[in-house]
């Protein structure tokens, strides 16, 4: 990754550091994922968390903090002032999940400052996603974003970068080919489970959970007219909701284990911290059905479907990387929408950097001009005393554009006589534009 101008001009005038911090499927395998993923109960607590680690951490200033977590990857991003805040962010996802810190940083990537935003805008457009092009992630990243919001986790900056990273995600979506021809999830578990069963029409298919995935996935599995469609899910009214739009019936979770063996695909997303379906009520339901196969597709991080069932004979399980040398067909027909895509990325990164840069010169402006009006003042109320002993007004006006005048001056003379090297150099350069002078 390369190095930007941005890094250093912020680094010297600014410690407030922007930053994206986390894993995703291509740098840590679903093993650790789950580990490392946040449950929906879990995200402001970590927001908060965040802070608080920031401010022991030695932050002066209020910091930003948003966490994303879906089943392809945990991403922190954040705003602090921190000596090492990247090492610190990661410090952090290590120590929420009691996870040893050596073990984490290895598989974790760590963008400062305009590769950060870079990222955000890759992610919301779908250029970082298993499935190129994906809609679902930018739905997940604005419910972080309104997480964060309400756990006080967003401030100037954050609220800026994730209001642009939706902007350029709209622009990407709308003016390039990059979601053509995309291959979901859901449609892959289609094709997977058609190499196991000749027609998914005479299929019993059971679907675990009710989200967004799941109604997804039900309705690529209802286009094939499996012969009847289950829904189990924890809230039994809304399992019914979703079944009712396939024709389907609605059980409980708790139902589950009674009734396995009946199902010849199983699909399965919940946002359980726990495994749903263990090897031994797997292990039951395969010796009632004498062995007969069953398909299993776990979409779920952490995963639902325990690591152990993949062992059985008569069980074809995949997890969501399993998925995606299925879901990468066709890349090679986007390479120009990717292109084109980048090359939007790339000036709308430039020109938040330019807003970040922006922000940094307020503080410089506004001590400008409290400075300047220090010096108004003080040579002002020198002027009324002259005026006040009778002075000459000719004079006393006199005195007073001197005095504002060496006042203004004082600062670059001494910076000048000070500076020396390249450092003089520059300045000389740059005082005459600042003075439009006659250089």
């Keep these: 990754m390369h190095e930007s101008r941005y890094n250093v001009a912020l680094n010297l005038n600014n410690p407030m550091q922007l930053l994206a911090v986390g894993l995703n499927h291509t740098t840590a395998p679903v093993s650790l994922r789950e580990k490392v ?36 990857r945990t991403e922190l991003y954040a705003v602090a002032d921190v000596a090492n805040p990247i090492d610190t962010t990661a410090q952090f996802l290590a120590d929420f999940h009691n996870l ?21 805008f890759r992610v919301a457009s779908g250029l970082d996603s298993m499935v190129l092009g994906e809609p679902q992630i930018l739905g ?9 919001e309400e756990a006080g986790g967003l401030g100037t900056y954050l609220h800026q970068l994730f209001q642009r990273t939706f902007a350029v995600a709209k622009e990407v979506r709308s003016t390039t080919e ?60 809304r399992g019914e909701n979703l079944a009712n739009r396939f024709n389907g019936k609605a059980i409980r979770l708790a139902d589950v284990p009674n009734c396995l063996h009946e199902f010849d695909i199983v699909i399965s997303c919940t946002a359980s911290t726990l495994p749903i379906l263990g090897l031994g009520l797997v292990e039951r339901a395969i010796r009632a059905r004498k062995h007969r196969p069953i398909f299993m597709v776990d979409l779920a991080v952490p995963r639902d479907i325990e690591s152990e069932v993949a062992q059985l004979d008569d069980v074809f399980l995949y997890t969501v990387d399993d998925l995606a040398s299925v879901v990468q067909s066709g890349l090679e027909n986007r ?27 307020v503080p410089v402006i506004q001590d400008l001009h409290e400075t300047s009006e220090l010096v108004r003042q003080h040579e002002l109320e020198r002027a009324r005393k002259m005026l006040a002993r009778g002075e000459d007004v000719e004079a006393v006006l006199e005195a007073l554009s001197k005095g504002i005048t060496a006042k203004f001056l004082h600062g670059p003379q001494q910076a000048l006589h000070q500076a020396h090297g390249e450092e003089r150099a520059h300045l000389v350069r740059l005082l005459p534009q600042l003075f439009r002078t006659k250089r």
Aim: proline share 3%; charged share 15%; net charge neutral.
């Design 335 to 361: 390479h120009a929408a990717v292109a084109q895509a980048e090359a939007i990325i790339e000036t709308r990164v430039q020109s938040f950097m330019h807003w970040v840069d922006g922000r940094h010169v």
């Design 140 to 148: 997940q990243m604005k419910d972080a974003v309104r997480q964060a």
């Design 37 to 72: 993923a946040f449950s929906p109960e879990q995200i402001s607590q970590a927001v908060v968390g965040a802070r608080a680690w920031f401010a022991r951490n030695g932050s002066q200033q209020a910091s930003e903090t948003a966490v994303l977590s879906t089943c392809n």
């Design 178 to 237: 990059i979601g053509a021809h995309s291959v979901s999830m859901a449609a892959a578990a289609v094709r997977l489970s058609q190499r196991i069963f000749d027609k998914i029409a005479d299929q019993n298919i059971l679907f675990i959970g009710a989200g967004e995935m799941i109604e997804l996935c039900a309705t690529h599995f209802a286009a094939q007219n499996p012969k009847n469609i289950t829904i189990a899910n924890r809230t039994l009214e």
């Design 100 to 120: 040893p810190y050596h073990d984490l940083r290895h598989h974790l990537y760590t963008l400062p400052q305009d590769n950060a935003v870079r990222h955000a």
